[in-house]
């Protein structure tokens, strides 16, 4: 007949512990995401994509919790995209832009809008199915 004994320490540090294995693969996934998410963005400044930041820390459940942001202002706007919208200046009477290589003045633009750019759900989505 087998007996076990309970081992609680041994269970918190590989449960809980930046040492232990779940924490370990928590964060190896955190930074596969934010690696995809940097791929996925736009990159017309690289601004937006190097204000992706990974984390893992351990939760207040005491449990390891992964982190992946974009604190740049224009990450919500890119994310979820925009409607059709006009631009009109704040400052001064017109506004000035570069525009096929010169510069263009205008009172009003009319913006397009912008099409959503998922880059942080899709690779979240892609990292957790594998």
Known sequence: ?????????????LLRSPKGAVFQHIDTLT?????????????????????????????SRGG???????????ALIHHRGTRRHQIRPKRQNTLRFPSRGKIV???????????ANHFLTDPLR???DG
């Not at 390891?64 to 224009?74: K, Q, R, S, W, Y």
Request: proline share 3%; net charge positive; glycine share 8%.
């Open 126 to 128: 892609k990292v957790i």
């Open 105 to 115: 003045y205008a009172a009003v633009v009319n913006h397009p809008g912008t099409k």
């Open 31 to 59: 930074k596969r995401v934010r690696r995809l998410a940097m791929i996925q963005v736009g990159k017309k400044t690289r601004q937006l994509q190097r204000s992706i930041k990974a984390s893992t820390t351990v939760g």
């Open 64 to 74: 390891p919790v992964g982190t992946v942001l974009a604190d740049n202002e224009i």
């Open 1 to 13: 007949m087998a007996t076990f004994e309970k081992n609680l320490a041994g269970w918190n540090e």
